[in-house]
């Protein structure tokens, strides 16, 4: 590279002032030009970075990063549905000895319809007189047509000798003089809450099996009696969760008035608490009132909010695994690969010797364990520090790392967290359970649309955990919502 603003007369002046002078003016224009190439070298690594951060945005989906699925078809192209789980080697459905069910006849049906037989197909002869030998049965298994009906309750009024006016107590679902049952109310409070029917078509559909017009209001009015019926249940479940071992935590988006909030999950396989909260941290997870003073195992994301709390945390390992893909598809990176390996290669010793035994022997703990440090020792060699140029400007701040780098110092962090499932078999590899409880959440707003005020989110979400405790347990879950008017609310007994 040349300076080209030196002049001839310049060029001339230095060459007549002798060799001296004409080395100095070279190593000057060399002192810039290494200057400018220098600040060239920084540039091409920053646009370098720039273009392998948006490469990698542009290549995220939910195979190899936390995007939900719904996110794929925005995508350049759609990944390939790709299971992540390992081939049992059994073959697609049903398998040997499983016990199948499938409509059976009954022995004495509601009603018997006989069709005869009037003349003969072959010969044409009149066979009205003859007695049938047989009959050839087919049962159709139907509902009879739904008919709203009226129950009259009448309470005695009597007079005692003292002049004192005594009036009989009605049930506690008998409230008003005139008002629909619980089997109504809780039929429409099923098909809102668990069945996720928007209100307007729940009373449509009302209207149209059952013949009554109840609208939208009154529909509000029942979820409401339920969500004050519910506040026994619901603070019994957050002490049941507060005492369990193991617990599941999760978060995501919710929105309220068009305003973005953040819906929260704590269960276990039998409870599941919701709450609606305008912050996502740790604010939020105080006001559930759960993981301040929870003392087992909290379940969880890389969200860094929970490690505020002074419990035993266990990280999901799916969420890994995917971000594990990530890394390798993006940055080519062995060491992300290996570790993915490891530990679908840990889970299934874990899931084998669950069978016969509930911890893995101390050898194997510690082979992984070296297995585990050797990979990660590869993933340092494969992310060595930045270089530092000379007179490089020093920026404020903490340096802006990979997302191969960021991903590595987790697993550097981290390991005792990461490998709790191996050395705690009550703690899962992942965290499906509170994904699955968030799921139906987020199924809620696609369908239903948003929450137009706290209290129908907070109202909502009393429910919807009170119906997916009610699942859990097993039980029907319009019954149960039913015992609910009647405030007769299931509570788990987590002893049992």
């Known amino acids: 590279m040349v300076n080209m603003n030196i002049s001839r007369e310049e060029i001339l002046a230095v060459y007549e002032a002798g060799p001296e002078a004409v080395i100095t003016l070279i190593n000057t224009i060399i002192a810039e030009n290494q200057k400018i190439i220098e600040q060239q070298a920084m540039r091409i690594s920053e646009l370098e970075a720039r273009v392998k951060y948006l490469e990698e945005r542009l290549n995220k989906n939910s195979r190899n990063s936390s995007k939900p699925p719904s996110t794929d078809n925005l995508a350049p192209k759609k990944p390939n549905p790709k299971s992540q789980r390992i081939k049992s080697g059994k073959k697609p459905g049903g398998q040997k000895g499983h016990i199948g069910t499938t409509l059976m ?57 003292c002049g004192c006016t005594n009036y009989a107590e009605f049930p506690q679902d008998v409230r008003f003089p005139v008002q629909y049952g619980t089997r109504l109310t809780g039929l429409a409070v099923y098909l809102h809450d668990y069945q996720l029917i928007p209100y307007d078509r729940c009373c449509q559909l009302l209207k149209d099996v059952c013949g009554c017009e109840i609208s939208p209001a009154t529909l509000i009015r029942a979820e409401n009696i339920c969500f004050e019926n519910l506040k026994d249940f619901e603070d019994e479940i957050k002490k049941l969760l507060s005492q369990s071992p193991v617990l599941h935590f999760d978060e995501t988006g919710s929105r309220i008035n068009g305003k973005r909030n953040w819906l929260h999950v704590a269960c276990t396989s039998q409870v599941t608490h919701y709450m609606v909260h305008a912050k996502r941290g740790s604010e939020a997870m105080d006001a559930m009132g759960i993981l301040p003073g929870f003392n087992g195992v909290a379940v969880h994301d890389f969200w860094s909010s929970y490690f505020k709390y002074l419990c035993i945390h266990a990280l999901c390992n799916t969420h890994l695994t995917r971000e594990l893909t990530g890394i390798y598809e993006n940055y080519s990176q062995l060491w992300s690969n290996d570790m993915k390996a490891l530990l679908f290669e840990i889970k299934s010793c874990v899931d084998e010797t669950r069978k016969i035994s509930d911890h893995l022997e101390p050898d194997q703990i510690r082979y992984f364990e070296e297995k585990y440090d050797t990979i990660v020792k590869n993933g340092i060699g494969e992310n060595p520090p930045p270089l530092i140029l000379q007179d490089q400007p020093k920026k404020r701040g903490r340096k802006k790392q990979t997302a191969a780098k960021n991903l590595l110092d987790r697993f550097m962090g981290y390991k005792d967290d990461i490998l709790r499932f191996m050395h705690d078999f009550e703690v899962p590899f992942e965290n499906n359970q509170a994904e699955r409880d968030v799921r139906m959440m987020k199924v809620q707003q696609k369908i239903s649309g948003t929450f137009r005020s706290s209290q129908g989110a907070a109202t909502f979400c009393r429910i919807r955990g009170y119906i997916s405790t009610v699942k859990k347990n097993q039980l029907s879950v319009i019954d149960a919502i039913m015992d609910v008017f009647r405030g007769k609310a299931f509570i788990p007994n987590m002893a049992e």
């Not at 003349?119 to 047509?145: M, T, Y």
């Open 105 to 161: 006849m009954v022995d004495n049906p509601i009603e018997t319809k006989v069709y005869s037989v009037d003349r003969c197909q072959n010969c044409g002869k009149n066979l009205q007189d003859e007695i049938a030998k047989d009959f050839e049965r087919r049962q159709v298994f139907d509902i009879p047509p739904v008919k709203i009906s009226a129950i009259e309750h009448r309470g005695e009024i009597k007079i005692c000798s």
